[in-house]
């Protein structure tokens, strides 16, 4: 090991005090960028959650009204047989039928116009993991009977759990049905456009709508990637079983809100990043190249003695690189485990936060990658500091240097 190997490692404890003001400024800019980046991370990652989980589906279609009252030649028989040969395709992990449909809920004289949806809640979890209840809720006590209504229309009838509603919807055939159904569960919510969705049992809503077909089915992809294929496999086995042309789409095709607040959002914390990582690096210029004229008489000694200036930098950048590596990890590991941490549950922000993000829960993303950049950020910021703050040394007069106040 060179002289000027050990002089770099051993100026980082003898100057503590400035190294650590170095360290502290790297330390948080390079936390907060990776923090930042998660969180613009989770967003996306979680608007396409809910798209894709909640209201998509990799791939869907839809029965025309046709269908639905029978006067087409697809009926459940002729339904399921295009099952059995969807399910074949390796690609698809999952098919779920729900049934949609506008209705009024009433109590007591009071009505709210609804959006009533059917779901199969064996196949339909990741729905109930993304309810956010008034009231901690088993899975068990709220998907087997009664209705999941949104705060929205609970403050609206002025209804309180375990009430009874009655839902009146106009059938298929022509006719109103209308039931009542005990309020098992009160959502505060789930996406920014699901304020008045009510939830029901699918068969329960069959008998009310009285139909045995879906309105629309929801084919899960076992990877998103491979969703084009799945939609064109889809779209070949449809039409060999039906004459009749059905509505299908991938989750790209109606994810035009989403894409809109993902993209808004993306931009909106790429500015936060940019002007962060402005101010760190003059900052971080600032106490570096500080750092190097403080020391004007130790490098003036150096040069009077006959060592180069070539070594001498080498010092300084040795030593600005051993702070910048030890400060990148503090920030990494510090910020890394609150990501890690919020990551879990997330943040609720309130109801409001849907217009903004999507989701009233903002949950960071712990990705790799960003790990990787946000960690060559923190040594390529420094470590130019110290090359520039030291490029006069070359020139450098150590007379000048050693008789400087």
Same mark, same amino acid.
């Given at each position: ?17 400035? +190294? ?85 809920? +009433? ?31 088993? &899975? ?32 298929? +055939? ?20 699901? +304020? ?70 993306? &931009? ?79 943040? &609720? ?31 390529? &910021? ?24």
């Amino acid at each position: 090991m060179s002289i000027f190997t050990k002089v770099a490692f051993r100026n980082v404890t003898r100057h503590a005090a400035r +190294n650590s003001i170095v360290g502290s400024s790297i330390a948080l800019a390079v936390g907060l960028l990776f923090l930042i980046l998660s969180v613009s991370s989770g967003i996306e990652k979680q608007l396409v959650a809910n798209l894709v989980q909640i209201e998509t589906g990799s791939v869907s279609f839809s029965l025309s009204d046709e269908s639905l009252e029978g006067k087409t030649n697809i009926n459940r028989s002729g339904l399921d047989k295009a099952y059995s040969l969807i399910k074949a395709v390796p690609e698809i992990s999952n098919i779920r039928e729900r049934v949609h449909s506008r209705a009024l809920l +009433n109590n007591d004289n009071k009505s709210s116009d609804i959006n009533l949806r059917g779901i199969d809640w064996v196949k339909e979890k990741p729905l109930f993991g993304s309810f956010r209840f008034e009231n901690t809720k088993s &899975y068990d006590s709220v998907t087997r009977s009664g209705i999941l209504i949104s705060k929205n229309v609970a403050d609206k009838l002025h209804v309180e759990e375990n009430d009874e509603c009655t839902i009146l919807v106009q059938s298929v +055939n022509g006719s109103l049905n209308m039931d009542s159904y005990r309020i098992s569960g009160i959502y505060k919510n789930i996406s920014g456009w699901a +304020n008045t969705m009510v939830f029901m049992n699918l068969e329960d809503v069959k008998v009310l709508v009285n139909t045995e077909l879906p309105t629309d089915v929801l084919i899960d992809s076992k990877n998103l990637e491979t969703t084009p294929l799945v939609l064109s496999k889809v779209d070949a086995i449809l039409a060999s079983e039906f004459k009749d042309t059905m509505d299908l789409e991938s989750y790209e095709g109606q994810s035009m809100v989403a894409s809109t607040i993902a993209n808004a959002n993306k &931009y909106g914390f790429l500015s936060i990043v940019f002007f962060l990582q402005v101010i760190s690096f003059f900052g971080i210029v600032f106490v570096v190249r500080n750092n190097v004229t403080e020391r004007n008489k130790e490098i003036g000694t150096l040069l009077a003695i006959g060592y180069k200036s070539r070594k001498i930098r080498f010092s300084f950048v040795l030593e600005t690189l051993v702070v910048a590596v030890i400060s990148s990890l503090v920030g990494l590991i510090v910020f890394g485990s609150l990501t890690a941490i919020l990551s879990v549950d997330g943040i &609720y922000l309130g109801d409001s936060a849907t217009l903004i993000f999507g989701s009233s829960v903002l949950k960071p993303f712990f990705h790799f990658p960003n790990l990787i950049l946000a960690f060559g950020i923190g040594l390529l &910021y420094p470590l130019f500091s110290a090359i520039w703050s030291t490029r006069k040394v070359r020139k450098a007069d150590p007379i000048t240097l050693l008789y400087e106040r």
